[in-house]
Antibody, heavy 122, light 107 residues
Framework: EVQLVESGGGLVQPGRSLRLSCEAS????????MYWVRQAPGKGLEWVSG????????GYADSVKGRFTISRDNAKNSLYLQMNSLRPEDTALYYC???????????????WGQGALVTVSS | EIVLTQSPATLSLSPGERATLSCRAS??????LGWYQQKPGQAPRLLIY???TRATGIPARFSGSGSGTDFTLTISSLEPEDFAVYYC?????????FGGGTKVEIK
């Protein structure tokens, strides 16, 4: 059974940093691209970032480019999101999601975690 | 960036009725369009990918169609568990983008 478990969310002041983690199990982690998708309270879905299987291809939404860094550790079956210079508008539930297709850089998301809540407020 | 526009924002229907949801792309995404369902307090669930292929375990009452810039998700006969918010998403290129969502509510 595929499982994605996010951690690292919390309350942080504007301008500070936070690191999210996602631990994956139930599939061959290094065969798939992985993504972060966020959802602000009461709002729709926003793709944040994605990373291919070997970290050779990485993409970011314009809203986080230059502030957020995605990475993965295939030996630990883990995905990360380093979030710097956080803003109130980054407040959201952050989901970790798995690519549907093996090896594909851009994909759909066939499995999702339950999300990590990040609140940016003074 | 490819912008996806969903319509209508809200669809009020009764169980047993047919639901037709639209997603329009600002430029062609070929057939690289997916649909998700999200219920309150839950993560989204992939329903349809590549415009018309049902994901694993998705009932046959869900169907997708379209290509290029115009896509449709059809629920042939609404079940009580189908009342939810539906999002489209394109995987044609970076950045991946979602539509704003259509809420299907009970009339």
């Amino acid at each position: 059974e595929v499982q994605l478990v996010e951690s690292g969310g919390g309350l942080v002041q504007p301008g500070r940093s936070l690191r999210l983690s996602c631990e994956a199990s139930g599939f061959i982690f290094n065969d798939y691209a992985m993504y972060w998708v966020r959802q602000a309270p009461g709002k729709g879905l926003e793709w944040v970032s994605g990373i291919n299987w070997n970290s050779g291809s990485i993409g970011y939404a314009d809203s986080v480019k230059g502030r957020f860094t995605i990475s993965r550790d295939n030996a630990k079956n883990s995905l990360y999101l380093q979030m710097n210079s956080l803003r109130p508008e980054d407040t959201a539930l952050y989901y970790c999601a798995k690519a549907r297709e093996m090896i594909a850089v851009v994909s759909y998301f066939d499995y999702w975690g339950q999300g990590a809540l990040v609140t940016v407020s003074s | 960036e490819i912008v996806l526009t969903q319509s209508p924002a809200t669809l009020s229907l009764s169980p047993g009725e047919r639901a037709t949801l639209s997603c329009r792309a600002s430029q062609s995404v070929s057939s690289y369009l997916g649909w998700y369902q999200q219920k309150p307090g839950q993560a989204p669930r992939l329903l349809i990918y590549d415009a018309s292929t049902r994901a694993t375990g998705i009932p046959a009452r869900f169907s997708g169609s379209g290509s290029g810039t115009d896509f449709t998700l059809t629920i042939s006969s609404l079940e009580p568990e189908d009342f939810a918010v539906y999002y489209c998403q394109q995987r044609n290129n970076w950045p991946l983008t979602f539509g704003g969502g259509t809420k299907v509510e009970i009339k």
